[in-house]
């Protein structure tokens, strides 16, 4: 053996020894790291399994605020308020805004939750319901008071109508609500007979079939629908007032609050919030809403 590899191999088993206890050293922490990242596993388990209990007990119990309540009633009325095609859409048209603006109106969750989505459709049927009995019984009773037209409608706004409510009667509401009173007058006896079934609906359903044949589902701004208009709101006039009453030009689209033309696109309510904290809660004024218009023209 040489001098140099004589004083070489000391070097050498130093080196290796500090090799391997790096080795064992690393070992050692792989192994804390592993039980660290096990408890912490074992955590979020534990936080996750308790949330899910709260998720489901909020499920079970949540319901729409009292102001998002009174928003849904107010946009069920509001379609009814305008012409409709045929009435049995207007809870559809009400889930479609809603699905479609539902952070404006502080119900963001109605879009992914499907318990959420339950519970405000069941109210929504619900409201539409007592809305439209309620509906039905203000044109009997306009009829049994012989009230006339153009003062029937401008109730029937201010009660159903959201902000902006118009200065005047569109000649389309007036139109729509005189269809109405025409289908009521002849079933008015039955009425007032308890337990008696007018069928009013129906044959509002069977006439507004008949008419969309006649003139089409495109637009209720055709000459076809315009002199209809007219001659319908003239037919209550003489009828009920034996006198014409004056009656506003039909609003533009994009005065329209909102449309409940079949195809309508609908439009939001304003800005949308980017605030996902009271997307399930909180209260919304309807007074200053401004739902933009869009009308089958």
Known sequence: MTVRQAGHEPNSGAGQ???????VLLFCQSLKAQQDV???????????????VVEEKVNQTWRPTEAQEKLLRNLIKHFFVQPQY????VTGLVEDYIQAYAITIRLGLYQKDATMRNVVTTFIHKAYHDI???????????????????????KIIQDYHLPQLPSNSPQNILAAMALLRDIAFPLAGKENTR???????????????????????????????LDWEVSIIDADNTHFTRHLVATAPALQPQAIAVSGMVG????????????????????????TMNLAATAGA
């Open 17 to 23: 020894g500090n090799f391997d206890d790096r080795l």
């Open 38 to 52: 096990g408890k912490v596993t074992s955590a979020l388990i534990a936080v996750k399994d308790k949330l899910e």
């Open 86 to 89: 045929s009435y049995l859409t």
């Open 132 to 154: 439209k009995s309620n509906l039905r019984k203000a044109v009997f009773t306009s009829i049994t008071k012989r009230t006339p037209l153009d003062k029937f409608v401008k």
């Open 195 to 225: 337990g008696a079934d007018t069928g009013f609906w129906r044959e509002v359903e069977k006439k507004l079939e008949d008419l969309t044949k006649e003139m089409g589902l495109e637009s209720r701004s055709t000459d076809a629908w």
């Open 264 to 287: 309508a696109q609908l439009l939001p309510l304003g800005g949308e919030s980017s605030d996902a904290s009271d997307v399930m809660n909180g209260e919304v004024d309807i007074s």
